[in-house]
């Protein structure tokens, strides 16, 4: 599933056929791709990084009762709607609307991610050296996205969309306060 | 196979390029979206069960013999062509015969699970412990679906589609009345 | 891969958005639409059918050395292009030149497992009890197809082409005609 | 994801539907897709042999750290992209840039698959009985992709793209070379 969705954003990435017949304007049409190929870039690297951790939660969880896999298939359709905020940001990057369904699906999918994480860890249902601590560390790597990406938000209002973008790069020193914090690798751990 | 052809379902979700240039415009086109999103969410739901329900069914056959692989592979068909029926009722929900598409498509799809495992349970291709109880409670959990949607369609020639759209809903009262004369979760039981 | 293939073939199912206003110009493109459904159902069941005898070959298959690799690769690489000829033969079934490219696409395909089947027996790359006449057995079931297909074509300079799609259903009299001749099910045996 | 990125190159191989009437049309437009056709075969064999050398690295991996993952990560959102730089050089391929995207893509993405592979080696996450020596063996292999074809760039200053693409061609004796100088099948070793 992951795997699919990962490769179906590459799906937006083209250029029409036919449509030109210098090198000069390929490179036009090259150029007026960079959005694109940084929306697939983030998406990309949500998406790939959730896979690993997902993996490697799912390594040590026993049992799946009814609610655990609601719960799953439930994250899974928003990883696999991805592609959409996706484009959409690609197209309207300086358009409010757009940057909003991104980060609030994006968000929406990593939150999903931890619930369904923490839930297994309460309902017992990972193997037996699991702590509870693990479970806490697992979900604080979920909340630097969301906490980043909707708090951005209220910058719409003051500044064009694209430096709100911008602004999302404080995810990375915020995934590295947490791995501070928990005294571990963000990668390696789930 | 179910993963692919649910991924494939966002595909026809998406906004042309190119051809908005204001907010405004771009919050219209996604309010336009909605009843895509709302078939897309309905076709994830049985493909998503499907999938649970499946893997369930095939942790207790033991062997397939010519005729099961037949079975299943046109299961499977019905699967991977979901996605045809989604976006006719995505697009033209409101012309009956969208409607019937879908839900004759649906119907058929779940249909097929059913007769499936209940000619591998009939057969013996099942373990041992599979009694021919759990059989029919499989097949049970699969008759709300194509009894509330085909029950629905003769509604065509007296209410708008919508409406019969929305009576679909019934099928999650009819889930629960399976699992309470069953006594089982009907998502972790196949 | 084969899943996917047969996946993919399902996106050139589709009806423009937005063009059609009312139930009887729905109907009429849902109507046109059956040369691609027919199409669709034709590939479908060769890939299918590939898929199980694939997974039967390989079960049995001990090493695989470079040679067999490549020859597995081609033969991946013509799975993974029938959705092209599959589109071709359902937007233009009437045409002598896309009956003649589906044709010699899907037995080259179909041939090609044979090949790689009969490469692995005689090259010793099976398990102990696979016997050459089980070797023989299983290339004799990739005959009816491109005996069937190939001898079509120079049908199509007397009749017209659907015609000649027509004489196709000869293929599965030929297969049950080996499975006479092996006294086996052909759809469990490799 | 090798599999996807492999199906999804198909799609890029097609004739628009309804246009063409006679079948000398259907021939001509057949005959015009032979340069895609081209990218696609070329792009099938790089992607394919990936998969297989990939494979059988991580057969001999013994443990995945927190580097490993990520360059996995970036070496496979690379071959997810190839279907772009693929459908670029089957529209575009009389153009150099797109010979000199087409080349750069798919040179970082057989590099990327060596580095990830030497990093592996170096930190002494494969398993005991694999030599530095398999290593810089493993590496050698994807040598001959980047050579040739960054080689080939400057040559767009005095030749025609395709004349540049032709040149390609030089990778199949380089690789034998490779071989030949490690004294092994270059299919069946990692």
Do not use: K, Q
């Not at 791709?33 to 896979?51: D, K, N």
């Not at 709607?81 to 929406?108: E, H, K, N, Q």
């Not at 990593?110 to 017992?124: K, M, Q, T």
């Not at 996205?145 to 430096?163: C, E, I, Y």
Request: some cysteine.
């Amino acid at each position: 599933m992951f795997a699919i969705a990962i490769t179906l954003l590459v799906l937006e990435i083209r250029i029409p056929e036919g449509t030109l017949h210098r090198n000069a304007e390929l490179l036009e049409a090259l150029r007026e791709l960079t959005p694109r190929l940084v929306a697939y870039g983030m998406t990309f690297a949500v998406v790939g990084l959730s896979w690993l951790v997902h993996w490697r939660r799912y390594a040590v969880i026993r049992t799946v009762d009814g609610r655990l896999a609601n719960l799953n298939l439930c994250y899974l359709a928003f990883i696999a709607i991805l592609p959409f905020p996706t484009a959409l940001l690609g197209d309207y990057g300086d358009l409010p609307a757009a940057v909003v369904v991104y980060a609030c699906t994006v968000s929406a999918t990593v939150l999903l991610g931890a619930v369904s994480w923490l839930y297994a860890v309460r309902a017992g249902l990972v193997e037996d050296g699991v702590s509870a601590w693990r479970g806490r560390r697992g979900a604080s790597y979920s909340l630097p996205v969301p906490l980043v990406m909707l708090g951005s938000l209220p910058l719409l209002a003051v500044v064009p969309p694209p430096f709100v973008e911008l602004s999302w790069l404080l995810i990375l020193p915020a995934l590295r306060l947490v791995a501070w914090r928990f005294d571990t690798d963000p990668v390696v751990t789930g």
